[in-house]
């Protein structure tokens, strides 16, 4: 099994490398970032938006992906994390024909510009309590009704899996890092959201 991971703003950071350490043990796993495999280290959010905006925002960051995903052998885990994950979440539209497993979406913050998406890949996004700039629940209250995808709310913060994160909860990230280091639970739309994670 392949799994790939979109990471946010931060691009690769200490943390998403022990969870590639992690994953690695049991599949492929590849890191598609904005700043194409370079380790940066932003002082704070505000430096490494600027950065992702430098790189082409998210409309480059999803062809990017795209491009990655036209060519990647099957069967494949998609795991993105804010801006990683709103790039995947146009990319599961069923306008495109892709194809995967099953796709976990941390935080996706700007699929409210992309509301038009219907998502033909098994889809789990996992939310925050709120965002600070725009209303979340009339975001969830948009998305498709559909059975390939599940929308779970926790009560964190966005960016709660990132220790670069103002939003950061250690606790959580732990808890939530072991259920996705199962590669076997993660392929398994299923099963992985009757194993939701209480945190």
């Not at 975001?139 to 929308?151: D, N, R, T, Y």
């Not at 899996?161 to 392929?187: C, F, H, V, W």
């Amino acid at each position: 099994m392949n799994i790939i991971i979109a990471p946010d703003i931060f691009g690769i950071t200490p943390s998403l490398n022990k969870l590639v350490k992690n994953l690695s043990k049991q599949a492929a796993v590849a890191i598609i970032d904005p700043y194409h495999g370079e380790e940066m280290a932003f002082e704070d959010e505000e430096q490494a938006y600027q950065a992702f905006l430098d790189e082409g925002g998210l409309d480059v960051y999803t062809e990017q992906l795209k491009v990655i995903l036209t060519y990647i052998e099957q069967p494949v885990v998609l795991i993105g994390f804010s801006a990683g994950a709103s790039a995947l979440w146009r990319l599961t539209d069923k306008k495109l024909g892709l194809h995967a497993r099953h796709f976990i979406g941390f935080y996706p913050g700007q699929i409210r510009h992309h509301m038009d998406v219907e998502p033909h890949i098994p889809t789990t996004l996992l939310m925050p309590k709120q965002e600070a700039h725009f209303d979340l629940q009339a975001v969830i209250k948009q998305l498709p009704a559909s059975e390939s995808l599940c929308v779970t709310q926790f009560d964190l913060a966005h960016g709660f899996m990132n220790p670069a994160s103002a939003g950061y909860d250690k606790q959580a990230s732990a808890t939530i890092e072991k259920l996705i280091s199962d590669t076997k639970l993660i392929a398994d739309p299923k099963a992985f959201r009757a194993k939701k994670p209480s945190v």
